[in-house]
């Protein structure tokens, strides 16, 4: 991340900062919590902005009606000025608002990445898993073929019988782990439509169930 | 003009940076409220805006060969928020009230005549500019959308028809605006050349909480309208240069990059060119499908996806700094570079370390930061 020191701070600045990420395997920070810190950093900055203009807006008050005279004999202009003001505050509650709201949003999509991210991860050790554990049933099945039947051994009829034995075993495990990831599919479905039809989806926690095998 | 009293006069003002800001946008909306509705409802981004082009402005106030330049853009761009030559009175006696005001005791009859000379000049050279504009292009363009493709969960690729031909380099971008989000306006990039049709794709990455790039991804469809403003943007492929070619695209910064070989294969004898495609996850190279067909069709190109955060992904791993010059022969070629800032500055500090000049790099920085 760079910047040139002239440059202000203003808190989407602090928001949007991209950091060079580190090279695999080189130690680096994570990359959430830079994020989070920088948002922290950047909701902070904007009250006391916030609050800084606020403050001085006080000061010209306060500085106006000491050189300008008491409120009761105020000029017309000095009314239009009231108004500036007036219509200020309200600008920055509005903007207020709608960063808030951004905020919220934001912090809905990051969480919802996050979970996806880790949904992903969790799929794909649980298929390296299931391939692992289908190759070792498959290999003690081939082996046991190989040790109990009586053709020759290493002839290509005793080859072609371990290989089917390792395969029929591998597509047994797989087929099971299928099977039961498909029933956990439907039960996810219908507890989705049961939810819908309780007109409660939004409000409720996530139908996608933990652990899909 | 005294340069120095106006520099002095407004940084009494800029110190109070957007209280400033804020004074000004009152001020004009309580004399001409009917400006309010050309505006977005939340003013903090506008404000920031508002303040750097006024900094730049005094910055460079004796510097003709940039100033000029900047105001004529800045009167142009203006053109498609419905600006008008009446504005500009308006907004400079709101500038003046504001400068007044925060002023206090500092400001004289004397130095209100100076500002009113200066904003004289510049509203001049900005209305010039647009009155000129206007003579060749309308203020902004309507577009219908006629495509619209999720390839991932965070990019759409969006095909549109503006009503009217928009002509442009390819490289450039135009800003957007959505019906479903009126008054905000963002950067993207032509992804094709010119074509007979008028057709033009964008490629959009949803930003987290962005309110723009949210709503082309998820609310915009066929048949919705979008609203394009002038084509701007300095990337474009230098057709005199003898040199070969390499592409350097981190995610939807492709975009200008691939409207950039097409215009290359509309020449007699296109360069050679080597794109690198990056992107965190091998999902997420959301137009490989596409780039892979044009490689098959043009012999002088080709296509290597890169992946940076996937560590069991098949072909090249790291970013597309770590793979530009480990794939690419680099000597004696020109570089375009399009993505995150991030991306973008660590492919031009590989290529520079690579002995790249300089002048042979083309950039463009896609902030990817959306309020």
Not at chain 1, 92 to 100: E, G, H, I, N
Not at chain 2, 82 to 106: C, D, I, K, W
Not at chain 2, 201 to 208: G, L, S
Request: charged share 25%; with cysteine.
């Amino acid at each position: 991340m760079t910047h040139a020191n002239s440059e202000l701070v203003t808190p989407e600045r602090v928001r949007s900062a991209a950091f060079t990420p580190t090279r695999l395997g080189r130690r680096g920070l994570d990359e959430a919590e830079v994020r989070s810190f920088c948002e922290w950093v950047s909701d902070g900055l904007g009250r006391l902005l916030n609050d800084n203009s606020m403050l001085q807006a006080e000061i010209l008050r306060l500085r106006q009606r000491l050189l300008g005279g008491h409120g009761k004999d105020a000029k017309p202009e000095d009314v239009h000025i009231q108004a500036v003001h007036l219509l200020s505050r309200a600008q920055q509650t509005a903007d207020r608002y709608v960063a808030d709201a951004q905020q919220y949003s934001r912090e809905l999509a990051v969480d919802a990445h996050l979970r996806r991210d880790e949904i992903v991860r969790e799929a794909k050790v649980r298929a390296s898993m299931i391939l692992e554990e289908a190759h070792t049933s498959a290999s003690e099945a081939a082996d046991t073929v190989r040790a109990t039947n009586d053709l020759p051994p290493a002839s290509e009829q005793q080859e072609i019988q371990v290989e089917l034995a390792y395969l029929r075993t591998f597509s047994e495990v797989c087929r099971t782990h299928l099977r039961a990831y498909m029933e956990s599919l439907t039960r996810s479905i219908d507890e989705w439509e049961r939810a819908e039809r309780d007109g409660g989806l939004a409000a409720r926690g996530s139908v996608i169930p933990k652990q899909h095998v | 003009m005294d340069e120095r009293r106006l520099k002095e006069s407004f940084a009494r003002v800029a110190a109070y940076g957007d209280e400033a800001a804020l004074f000004f946008y009152s001020h004009l909306f309580l004399g001409h409220p009917e400006v309010r509705d050309m505006f977005p409802v939340s003013m903090t981004v506008q404000r920031d805006r508002l303040l750097e082009a006024l900094g730049r402005i005094l910055a460079e106030v004796s510097n003709h060969d940039t100033l000029v330049p900047f105001l004529q853009g800045l009167g142009r761009d203006h053109r498609k928020f419905g600006t008008l030559a009446e504005h500009y009175p308006a907004v400079g006696a709101s500038l003046l009230a504001t400068l007044a005001h925060f002023n206090g005791t500092e400001w004289s009859e004397d130095l209100a005549g100076e500002w009113t000379e200066a904003y004289t000049v510049i509203a001049q050279v900005m209305t010039e500019a647009a009155a000129e504009d206007g003579t060749t292009n309308p203020p902004s363009w309507q577009a219908t959308v006629v495509g619209h493709e999720r390839p991932t969960m965070d990019i759409a690729v969006l095909r549109n028809a503006p009503d009217a031909p928009v002509s442009y380099v390819p490289g450039q971008s135009v800003a957007v605006e959505c019906e479903a989000r009126p008054r905000l306006w963002r950067y993207y990039s032509m992804a094709n050349a010119p074509r007979p049709d008028g057709t033009i794709d964008f490629h959009v990455r949803v930003i987290d909480g962005g309110a723009v790039s949210t709503a082309l991804a998820r609310s915009v469809s066929v048949g919705s309208r979008l609203r394009l403003g002038p084509p701007v943007g300095a990337l474009k492929l230098d057709v005199n240069s003898r040199r070969d070619v390499v592409l350097a695209a981190g995610s939807t910064g492709l975009a200008p990059l691939k409207a950039i070989i097409e215009r290359a294969a509309g020449l007699g004898d296109p360069p050679r060119m080597d794109l690198v495609f990056g992107a965190r996850t091998a999902a997420e190279l959301y137009d490989l499908a596409d780039l892979e067909k044009m490689a098959a069709q043009w012999p002088w190109l080709t296509v290597t996806p890169a992946v940076s955060a996937e560590v069991d992904y098949r072909g090249e791993t790291g970013t597309v700094a770590d793979i530009i010059g480990r794939r690419v022969p680099l000597a004696d070629r020109d570089a375009y570079i399009c993505g995150s800032s991030a991306m973008v500055a660590a492919t031009v500090k590989r290529l520079q370390s690579l002995g790249m000049a300089q002048d042979h790099i083309y950039v463009e920085d896609f902030g990817w930061s959306e309020s």
